[in-house]
Nanobody, 126 residues
Framework: VQLQASGGGLVQPGGSLRLSCAAS????????VAWFRQAPGKEREFVIA????????PYADSVKGRFTISRDNAKNTVYLQMNSLRPEDTAVYSC????????????????????WGQGTLVTVSS
């Protein structure tokens, strides 16, 4: 499966952005999909995931109540809705997919994902 991430840009603190991760080559609903981010000078970190087959959407504590993930199976796309953005959310955001059903701890591990999209830069600044 090929993944294409888009939607990044410059936004003021408190603003919103919606990132998209479009898949081609396979039915995206058959995959566990996650968003990771990497800020300058920092390690890549897990943001949020949506399970294959639905269910809970585990997220990082830092985005609780602000970020949500959703699927549009008709468009073979997963979305990351980011609200109340903060300067510390500035990073390159990448989507990743795994064909496996993953337990919660595994969802947060980038090594569990076989497919990655290119990153999209989100800059939160006034």
């Amino acid at each position: 499966v090929q993944l294409q991430a888009s939607g990044g840009g410059l936004v003021q603190p408190g603003g919103s952005l919606r990132l998209s991760c479009a898949a081609s080559g396979r039915t995206f609903s058959d995959f566990t999909v996650a968003w990771f981010r990497q800020a300058p000078g920092k390690e890549r970190e897990f943001v949020i995931a949506v399970r294959r087959g639905g269910g809970s959407t585990p997220y990082a504590d830092s985005v609780k109540g602000r970020f949500t993930i959703s699927r549009d199976n008709a468009k073979n796309t997963v979305y990351l809705q980011m609200n109340s953005l903060r300067p510390e959310d500035t990073a390159v955001y990448s989507c990743a997919a795994s064909p496996r059903r993953l337990i919660t701890s595994a969802l947060r591990d980038p090594m569990e994902y076989d497919y990655w999209g290119q990153g999209t830069l989100v800059t939160v600044s006034s």
